[in-house]
């Protein structure tokens, strides 16, 4: 199972950015996908999951109504778009799976 993160980076207060994970080395559509996040000095917490076929999405309250979870199975590969970031999004963002997890991407939230 491999699990890649890409598209973090820098960008300003209320600007955006799309992460994708591509997965590999398992019946991709038959699983959940989650995204979580660790900033420094804190523990990581759960951004958003989305169901096998993509029907089914949860948020953590503070990212609700600026985040969205999407996945393409076509592709093998889920998505989190991040709008209206602001500066405590700053973290790593990390794509998961049961007991698989990606390596991380950096985004960071600053003027």
């Known amino acids: 199972v491999q699990l890649v993160e890409s598209g973090g980076g820098l960008v300003q207060p209320g600007g955006s950015l799309r992460l994708s994970c591509a997965a590999s080395?398992?019946?991709?559509?038959?699983?959940?996908m989650n995204w979580y996040r660790q900033a420094p000095g804190k523990e990581r917490e759960l951004v958003a999951a989305i169901s096998g076929a993509g029907g089914t999405t949860n948020y953590a309250d503070s990212v609700k109504g600026r985040f969205t979870i999407s996945r393409d199975n076509a592709k093998n590969t889920v998505y989190l778009q991040m709008n209206s970031l602001k500066p405590e999004d700053t973290a790593v963002y990390y794509c998961?799976?049961?007991?698989?997890w990606g390596q991380g991407t950096q985004v960071t939230v600053s003027s």
């Open positions: 080395g398992f019946t991709f559509s038959r699983y959940a």
């Open positions: 998961n799976t049961h007991f698989y």
